[in-house]
């Protein structure tokens, strides 16, 4: 595929998976075990990645609008709901099986041909005929296990919205058109789960359902679909790896007039990252008819007018945003050397300095360059030796970030090893603290991308880190 010569070969699926783990972002769920298959486990980058993807969109979502509020709403709720929308008797993939290698396809995703013909497309035995496998999860609720206690882990978590829509126009005063939104953990029986934490088992969603009047639903869709492109823009990924995608009339849920999804150039090709969905009031009319209940919206404004709002939702995949976060900002490079900046200051220091002591000729780093506001850790700070007094000075001034930032302190190993491990980890500021320091209260600051280097006291670190980060531009 000619378009992913725009990763040049460096990222690979294979590589990214290996510094994930490597570096503690992400862990295979239950390794000692031989792994869990569909399920994956957080580590302590992945996690502070995480928080800091799902905190940019709760931001944009939220604060960035008077009209939607946020909900966090159970995942095991009343069976029922899952047969008003729809999961119960739709939610299904086509399934078949070799009967020779045992393998496990999704009807859909193997060549016509060879589903025509029944053949493996990987040994060439014989398949099964196709058969409807509900992507839901079923357990039960209490002790008994009959059908009177079944229960579903939720595979979507706009439902959640849904049957509290009239509780929070009731407790929060909110006027058609408004928004709900939630981030939560939604859980599908995937038939394939490959491509790392691409399709996974166990995965968060990061949803919004905005109610509209019937009639202004295309306005409001096309609205959103400007809303969500802006959103990518603003996080600073790669623009050229994003496309959208409209659903043809195959491809349409059970309960979408029309769908959009905003494709990623994934290493592994083009694939769905977030959704853009014109639900209609499928969702609402079912639930009034499945529950008895009036889901209908009173307008006062306008003479007590009642209808079922139409919903314009926008569903994202945060542990997908996450993936598609580690691959955008993947990269590696020949260092030929540090820049150095600041190396006037420099001479009259016999010890070494934090200037001139990383990259060789024939030096690579890997990089992951993450917008400030994402990076796990924000600023490390690097003693240039453990002794002398400069160990205590990185701690100190630590201590002063710790409030603002996302820190980390490492004073392990040499200088360019260290720099290294930071742009592994993705940390766009090192704070470096020489013998220099010491004398004049001055600090080298280096920059993640460029790998330059300043020198600034002490005391301006911290605004000017602040600064650094609001007009933050990715260079490469
Ligand atoms: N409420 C609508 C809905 O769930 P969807 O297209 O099925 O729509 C929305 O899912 C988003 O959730 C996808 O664009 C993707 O980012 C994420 N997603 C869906 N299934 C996933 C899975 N098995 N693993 C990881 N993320 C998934």
Redesign the pocket.
Known sequence: MSELQSYQGKATMDKITSLAKRRGFVFQSSEVYGGQN?AWDYGPLGIELKNRIQAMWWKEMTRLHDNIVGLDAAILMHPKTWEASGHVENFTDPLVDCKKCKSRFRADQIPEEKLAEKKCPDCGGELTDTRKFNLMFKSHIGPAEDTASVIYLR????QGIYVNYKNIIQSNRMKIPFGIAQVGK?F?N?IV?KNF?????E???M?MQYFVKPGTDEEWFNEWRRQRWAYYEKLGVKMDHLRWHQHGKDEL?HYAKDAY?IEYLFPMGWR????V?NRTDYDLGRHAQFSGKDMQYIDQDNNNERYTPYII?T???L???LLMILCDAYDEEQVVSEKNSCSSAEPQVPQGTASGTAGSADDWRTVLRFHPDLAPVTAAVLPLMKKDGLAEMAQDIRKELQDDYSTDYDQAGAIGRRYRRQDEAGTPFCVTVDYQSKEDNTVTLRFRDSMEQIRLPRAELSARLRQEIKTYKRIK
């Open positions: 569909g595979p979507e978590t706009a939604a599908r995937e789960t934490i691409f399709r996974t088992c995965f968060e969603q949803e849920a999804d769905e990252l977030e959704g969905h939702e569903s994202a995949g542990t997908r945003n």
